[in-house]
Nanobody
């Protein structure tokens, strides 16, 4: 199984980025796909998830600014990030697993992880 994240970069405050995570080697449409992020000196933080049912959940810190989506035909999950702020600076990683709905934010419940992509928000 491989998860390949891409799309990170340097963006000014208020700008947008779209991250992609392409999966291979798993029954993609049966998995919950999530994005987590980790800033220097901080713990890994849940960002957003899309379940096999297409239900989506977001952390309070990104709700209304980020949108997660999935294309099961392409085995790819996306994270559209708008109105980016310096506090969004982190390494963003995608993960695949089958946690119950109430536990989607627990990184220990995910089986597979991508390598991470750096997002830097700075003027």
């Amino acid at each position: 199984v491989q998860l390949q994240a891409s799309g990170g970069g340097l963006v000014q405050p208020g700008g947008s980025l779209r991250l992609s995570c392409a999966a291979s080697g798993l029954a993609f449409n049966t998995y919950t796909l999530s994005w987590f992020r980790q800033a220097p000196g901080k713990e890994r933080e849940f960002v957003a998830t899309t379940r096999a049912t297409r239900a989506t959940y977001y952390s309070d810190s990104v709700k209304g600014r980020f949108t997660i989506s999935r294309d099961d035909a392409k085995d790819t999950v996306y994270l559209q990030m708008d109105s980016l702020a310096p506090d969004d600076t982190a390494v963003y990683s995608c993960a695949a697993g089958k946690p119950i709905a109430s536990a989607v934010g627990n990184p220990s419940l995910y089986y597979y992880w991508g390598q991470g992509t750096q997002v830097t928000v700075s003027s």
